[in-house]
């Protein structure tokens, strides 16, 4: 089922999430959510999907296929060095179409899923298009695809298959497939690109594109093939190597859309979030810069590192303070240039590579 409208989730009311109040409900339900009763403790990747409210346990054939009509909880567990200790990262991922019911839910979910895991967890926002290089790493494909969960080739067939475009592109394991709309000018020399067909497919690799692109394009449409009943043919397309007349231009209708835009960086800056006067306040503390010597134990800051909003709880942080984290961040973001950047809640004394790099 298709979802055509673009929501813009971002002006929703999120000041409860978080609150003393909502993690007590969150810990309730907790108790009786039916997904989390088929989590394993173990290391690896567990994915779920909302569903009308529900979390539905996602195909573990399907992992790292997400669909922009639809917002899901990424559970990542993982132990350092030779230690036993298990580290959890959740994510909750919001798909361009999601509604806001189904990211509001992500989003509560994935406090509900914490305080399953004794609020041990390191709390992560992805907005599709900016993804952390932390979540697209759990993938070997990362892929987005048009629609909800209903639609897709494996539940098609080939020879009903709607033709289809993606965009690779990337470096090392850093790629990222994503369909586009079926248009020619959404080509470009710099990236591959794969057209669809069912039960043909074509990898275009653009004439500048690098050797990352072109070899995980190439398995991308092996795995595909691998899945696909009917034995699909595979052309792979130099672009400097075919005419203006082939075939695989004809399967492109002209026009172009505005899928290629860059993502804004925010300006650099730290606030403090503090309740000491009753009241809860945000005050800025550096303007243009970043300082890891400004973070005090006894409040919350917002570490705005352009590309990634960070969300630091110091652990003498009041009650409140700690609670509300994810609902600062969506409320400081929500009047800045780009309001979709990754958003990680880390606790003092937690690790994140991300949050290191930063400074």
């Known amino acids: 089922m298709q979802k055509p409208t673009k929501y813009d989730w971002k002006e929703s009311n999120m000041s ?47 992992y790292g296929k997400f669909y922009n009509g639809d917002s899901y909880v990424v559970l ?25 019911d189904e990211y509001a839910t992500a989003a509560y979910k994935t406090v509900e899923l914490d305080c399953i895991l004794d609020d041990k967890a390191i709390q992560h926002r992805e907005v599709q298009g900016q993804e952390s290089d932390l979540f697209k790493s759990y993938f070997e494909f990362f892929t987005i695809m048009k629609g909800g969960c209903d639609t897709g080739f494996r539940r098609t067939g080939p020879t009903g298959y709607k033709t289809r475009l993606f965009h690779i592109v990337g470096e090392r394991k850093q790629i990222s497939v994503t369909e586009v709309p079926l248009k020619k000018g959404n080509l470009n020399s710099e990236d591959v690109f794969v057209v669809d067909c069912g039960l043909r497919i074509y990898q275009f690799n653009g004439e500048t594109a690098n050797k990352d692109e072109k070899f995980r394009a190439t398995m991308y449409v092996t795995q595909i093939k691998g899945e696909r009943m009917g034995k699909p043919r595979l052309d792979i397309l130099d672009e400097q190597s075919i005419s203006p007349s082939h075939r695989f231009y004809k399967l492109l209708p002209e026009g172009s859309s505005k899928e290629k835009e860059e993502p804004i960086e925010n300006p650099k800056s730290m606030h403090k ?11 800025q503390v550096l303007n243009g810069s970043i ?45 800045k240039p780009n309001p979709f950047v990754p958003v990680t809640v880390i606790m003092q004394g937690q690790s994140n590579k991300d949050f290191d790099d930063a400074f």
């Open 76 to 100: 990542y567990i993982w132990k350092k060095d030779s230690s036993d200790e298990l580290h959890y990262d959740i994510h909750f991922w919001i798909g361009k179409y999601s509604t806001q």
């Open 273 to 283: 979030v503090s309740d000491k006067s009753g009241t809860m306040e945000i005050d």
């Open 291 to 335: 300082d890891r010597s400004e973070l005090k134990p006894d409040d919350v800051f917002l570490v705005d590192a352009g590309k990634h909003l960070f969300v630091w709880v110091g652990k003498s942080a009041s009650i409140n303070e700690r609670r509300s984290a994810m609902g600062f961040a969506h409320k400081y973001l929500k009047d």
């Open 16 to 62: 409860l999430f978080g609150s003393d109040a909502d993690r007590q409900v969150k810990k309730e339900a907790a108790e009786t959510e039916p997904a989390w009763k088929t989590l394993k403790n173990a290391v690896g990747t567990q994915i779920f999907r909302i569903n009308k409210f529900k979390v539905e346990k996602w195909p573990l054939e399907d």
